[in-house]
């Protein structure tokens, strides 16, 4: 049987993008609360004990700032939405008239931060969706499941990524370290003394990396025709103008009608030119992850809630987006909620894992000068 650490990582994404692509169909608060509500629970029942894991605390927390700013925001500049429940007003300061349109202070009315809460209800919905995918996905066993094509630009995101856990947990050794021996480490000269073994650290690291991509053939492609290079480059340009010209169908109402289409006909031909620019990457895979039942299960799920909630948003917009004027309470719609309870299956489906192995992009205990003197 199959373990939750070892479901491939794409199905986790998926399944993210759908929640995220479900809660940019709806302003419903109650909806919103509870896709992630959703999220967070799958996040709690499977998420390792990686470092790569404790993300999701930080993508919350990155979620409540969005949402008190998008408030700050309407408190300080106003809204352009009418309301007559005024909840106090600032002092107003007058502006220039080339600035005509924006203010500074005045009333604030409950109907305006109520339609800001729900707008940014909806950006904190879709951080924790990303956020999710970056604590249940482990970054080395998704770089192993790229195509070919991917794989050098890849790489480098993952090492992007992985910089700051290294640099941070240098830092904190080297701090510990420096109390220990009674040195000062706060200050310039505390900051001195522990920025520049960090630094020394850093590119040894870098040269260490180098020479290990270097050894294990990074870089190095194999000879393909023009023909199907050309063919590669228009299928891979084509498909990524169409996935963004379906996207943008789908966000909007005028475009619902060529959304879908456009969409998987981008899809298909960058599909389609990812496979052929895979032909110019000479690389084996260890252990590839499998894609079995349980990874169908949970993207399908992910991929059920987006297009339910699509559908609702088309039949009921009402109910998904309620309106701020006048001031009435939002109403939770009961099949786009039971849609919504489909994220929740991943948490049925996939077996929890107590002891997950250690994710090789974690910091490395490597040593420092200034700790052996």
């Not at 794409?10 to 993210?16: E, I, T």
């Not at 009333?107 to 969706?129: D, H, M, P, Q, W």
């Not at 499941?145 to 090492?159: D, N, W």
Request: aromatic share 6%.
């Amino acid at each position: 049987m199959a373990r939750g650490g070892q479901l491939h990582p794409g199905a986790w994404w998926l399944w993210s993008l759908g929640l995220g692509t479900a809660a940019t169909r709806t302003t419903n608060p109650l909806l919103l609360a509870l896709l992630m509500a959703s999220a967070g629970y799958v996040v709690a029942t499977h998420r390792s004990a990686a470092p790569w894991a404790r993300s999701y605390t930080a993508f919350a927390k990155l979620a409540v700032a969005v949402l008190l700013v998008r408030l700050g925001f309407t408190v300080v500049l106003g809204s352009p939405i009418p309301g007559s429940h005024v909840l106090f007003t600032l002092p107003e300061v007058p502006l220039p008239e080339w600035a005509q349109g924006i203010r500074l202070g005045g009333r604030v009315t409950a109907e305006a931060l109520l339609f800001s809460a729900y707008n940014g209800l909806k950006l904190a919905a879709l951080l924790i969706c990303v956020g999710a995918a970056n604590a249940l996905a482990s970054p080395a066993r998704l770089l192993k499941s790229l195509p070919g094509a991917l794989y050098e630009a890849g790489v480098a995101v993952v090492v992007a990524l992985t910089f700051a856990p290294h640099l941070i947990a240098d830092v904190q050794r080297l701090r510990a370290a420096r109390r220990l021996r009674g040195r000062p480490d706060r200050g310039v000269r505390g900051l001195l003394q522990v920025g520049l073994p960090v630094l020394e650290g850093a590119l040894e690291r870098s040269v260490a990396l180098a020479a290990a991509m270097d050894a294990r053939g990074y870089g190095r492609t194999a000879d393909v025709p023009a023909p199907v290079r050309r063919t590669t480059t228009a299928l891979t340009l084509g498909g990524l103008l169409g996935v963004c010209a379906g996207t943008y169908g789908l966000l909007t109402a005028e475009g619902g009608t060529y959304g879908i289409p456009v969409l998987l006909a981008g899809v298909t031909a960058a599909l389609a030119g990812l496979r052929l620019g895979g032909r110019r990457s000479v690389r084996t895979r260890y252990r590839p992850a499998p894609w079995g039942m349980r990874a169908w299960l949970v993207a399908g799920s992910g991929a059920a809630v987006a297009a339910l909630l699509t559908l609702a948003s088309v039949r009921d917009p009402h109910a998904l987006n309620p309106g701020v004027v006048p001031l009435v309470a939002p109403a939770l719609p009961l099949w786009p909620a039971a849609s919504v309870l489909l994220a929740l299956l991943p948490a049925f489906v996939i077996p929890q894992d107590p002891q997950d192995p250690q994710d090789p992009t974690g910091p490395q205990d490597a040593r420092n000068p200034e700790e052996l003197s």
